[in-house]
């Protein structure tokens, strides 16, 4: 059983596209993150989520959209793509907000063309 | 920024040696994470030191923190080709709820 999924793996798309990544947690934790990584491998948060609220929303455009249906879950929904959108996507969970361990699923890369 | 930055990007060794890498961050923390990455996977939890610790071991990693420095090392000992991957230091912020990664150094063992 995988911890944390998220799909689709791999996901190429034309500039002014709107596309979803999903996420799905099956370990009971109460937070849950987006993180990208650009190509440069650096890793930054975007948003997180304790028990379906919105905890951090770190200066990303308002063409990104999370949703929480439940806590196990936290979906990516992306609005007219850009170039600069490309990068690889990563969810993780950890057991309660300010947890010290971070699980991550194995992450989601975006082209965008 | 308070994210950790990871010294040096880059380092290659052969199988058996040990490899060192460094992580320096900005800010007052209350704890420090490593975290592996292997190529085209998500990042995996490797050790955790608090802030009111100097060093910790697990199996053949061994971490060190000097919180007056603003520093810490990972070390891991007789280096496997499967150790080959990235690796990356976690601090907290100050309200204690995310986790700001650097770029990582991704090392590379040789057989």
């Known amino acids: 059983d995988t911890a944390v999924s998220q799909t689709p793996k791999y996901l190429v798309t034309q500039m002014g596209n709107d596309k979803s990544i999903k996420c799905e947690q099956n370990?009971?934790?109460?937070?849950m993150y987006w993180y990208k990584q650009d190509s440069k491998k650096f890793l930054k948060i975007m948003f997180s989520?304790?028990?379906?609220?919105?905890?951090i929303n770190e200066t990303v455009p308002n063409r990104f959209s999370p949703k929480s249906p439940d806590k196990a879950h936290l979906n990516l929904h992306i609005n007219s793509l850009e170039l600069g959108d490309s990068a690889v996507y990563f969810c993780?969970?950890?057991?309660?907000?300010?947890?010290?361990?971070?699980?991550f699923g194995s992450g989601t890369q975006l082209s965008v063309l | 920024s308070q994210q950790g930055e990871e010294d040096p990007q880059a380092l290659s060794i052969q199988e058996g040696e040990n490899a060192t890498m460094n992580c320096s961050y900005k800010?007052?923390?209350?704890?420090l994470q490593w975290y592996r990455q292997n190529s085209g996977r998500g990042l995996v939890h490797l050790i955790l030191i608090r802030s009111n610790e100097r060093e910790k071991h697990s199996g053949r990693l061994r971490v060190t923190l000097d919180t007056s420095k603003k520093s810490s090392s990972l070390l891991i000992t007789a280096s496997r080709a499967a150790d080959t991957a990235s690796y990356f230091c976690a601090t907290d912020s100050n309200t204690g709820n995310q986790f700001y990664f650097g770029t990582g150094t991704s090392l590379t063992v040789i057989p």
């Open positions: 370990l009971g934790h109460d937070t």
């Open positions: 800010t007052s923390i209350n704890n």
């Open positions: 989520y304790n028990n379906k609220e919105l905890i």
């Open positions: 993780a969970s950890s057991q309660v907000q300010g947890g010290e361990k971070l699980f």
